[in-house]
């Protein structure tokens, strides 16, 4: 196979089938020479461990992240530079285990505020696309938690920017040879277009948001962490927060809304362990509270992790399960197929959450599960996220039912993250 032609078998509409087909047949380690780019396919549990972990020193974001720049700019997923360390040690304190308990609460009324729109989809009793519905309960989640700012009517315009942004960024990354965004094609007319949207949305959040943050609460905490950062940095650091805040959490959010439904026992456990819901104090745990929504959203993050693929380069030569890697090499590793590899997991591709026997306690490998990377460069956001997704799951069960137009096993696509390739239409009600 040419050069060329290589990149863009890779970087087609979903470059994890290509993996996974070169996976069925050539296993867990898979290198590739394209022209002066040295590339490693990683899928096992030791090699994600070593990349992230042991050898993390290392490695760099690199050019698997350089179309992730031109939506983050320098933010902390994207920066590469020396203040990353800087970056992350500013606003660790912010989103430790501890600090989330306490803005646990706040998470807790975000989700209820979210439950409002959807018993609005109930009530106009039509079908509702249950990805978009859960792309807008993420957004507002985040942007009433972490900053204070309610958002309601006008919000499909900022999901479409964001949307279309990200998927952009996603098949520039892919495909080298697109047209640079100087060229005036309609898709980068249509990207700097999602773009201004999306900065007039955050100079709009970052203003009102820093007004009230004197008030306390996440988004005080949030903007102390960044007092003294110059408006780009705080720009990045905001959109950076604020993306990696809603989408993930809404592709999990999404994969669950098609799972549930075809599993009535997890679905009766969770509807009764959330009727004794309470808004969390501060001193109390979510997971504790939440066993079985935490564990069923494991479970989801472990069959569709939403960074389904991870990059790194090295920085230097090393040694990979076994591998003699060369200096600026691309390395791509593989979550979702170690998080179903038998090896590791008997259940496999089987969605089979187990809250008497919790995903901790299931893990044979730190490695075989990494839906948020793992390392000095975990995502930053893991407790808010797990926080948010057990609470947004125990609201919707307890408060609605709903009946999908279509239940036979989704199609996937990894385009930036992993998603249903078609959307999940569903019927909520209230129950």
């Known amino acids: 196979m040419g050069v060329l032609r290589a990149f863009r078998a890779m970087g087609r509409t979903d470059p994890l089938s290509f993996w996974r087909e070169m996976h069925a047949q050539y296993g867990d380690v898979i290198s590739l020479k394209l022209g002066p780019l040295n590339i490693w396919f990683f899928a096992s549990p030791e090699a994600i ?22 939506l983050l700019g320098n933010g902390l997923i994207t920066n590469d530079r020396e203040n990353w360390g800087e970056q992350r040690q500013r606003l660790n304190p912010v989103f430790s285990p501890g600090a989330i308990n306490t803005y646990a609460g706040s998470v807790h009324d975000a989700c209820e505020a979210g439950m409002a729109e959807l018993r609005e989809l109930a009530a106009s009793a039509k079908p509702a696309d249950l990805g978009h519905a859960m ?52 898709e980068n007319r249509k990207f700097k277009h999602a773009l201004s949207v999306i900065d007039g949305f955050l100079d709009e959040l970052i203003d009102q948001s820093k007004s009230q943050s004197k008030a306390g609460g996440m988004s005080g905490s949030i903007f102390s962490a960044l007092e003294g950062v110059d408006r780009n940095l705080l720009r990045d650091e905001i959109i950076t927060l604020y993306f990696a805040g809603f989408e993930t959490t809404a592709r999990t959010m999404t994969f669950l809304m098609h799972l549930l439904p075809q599993y009535p026992e997890t679905l009766n456990a969770l509807r009764k362990e959330a009727a004794t819901l309470v808004r969390p104090g501060v001193a109390d745990s979510v997971p504790k509270m939440l066993p079985v929504a935490t564990e069923v959203v494991n479970e989801a993050l472990r069959l569709y992790p939403p960074v389904a693929m991870m990059a790194r380069q090295s920085n230097a030569d090393c040694t990979i399960d076994g591998y003699r890697v060369k200096a600026n090499s691309l390395i791509i590793v593989c979550p979702f197929l170690a998080q179903r590899n038998e090896i590791w997991w008997p259940q496999a591709d089987a969605f089979a959450p187990s809250p008497q026997q919790p995903l901790s306690e299931r893990l044979l490998h730190r490695g075989a599960f990494a839906p948020f ?59």
């Open 135 to 186: 792309t807008r309960l993420t957004m507002r989640i985040i942007s009433l938690a972490a900053f204070g700012i309610d958002l309601t009517r006008g919000h499909d315009e900022i999901v479409d920017a964001f949307e279309y942004a990200f998927a952009f960024v996603a098949d520039i990354t892919a495909d080298p040879v697109r047209p640079p965004l100087f060229v005036p094609t309609a």
């Open 373 to 431: 990377g793992a390392g000095a460069r975990m995502c930053l956001g893991k407790h808010f996220a797990m926080v948010e997704m057990a609470l947004a799951t125990a609201m919707i069960v307890r408060d609605f039912t709903w009946q999908l137009k279509d239940a036979s096993p989704l199609v996937l696509d990894f385009h930036g993250t992993l998603r249903p390739a078609r959307p999940v239409f569903g019927q909520l009600s209230l129950i």
């Open 49 to 70: 461990y070593e990349i992230f972990v042991t050898q993390n020193r290392v490695m760099r974001k690199g050019i698997g992240y350089s179309g992730l720049r031109k």
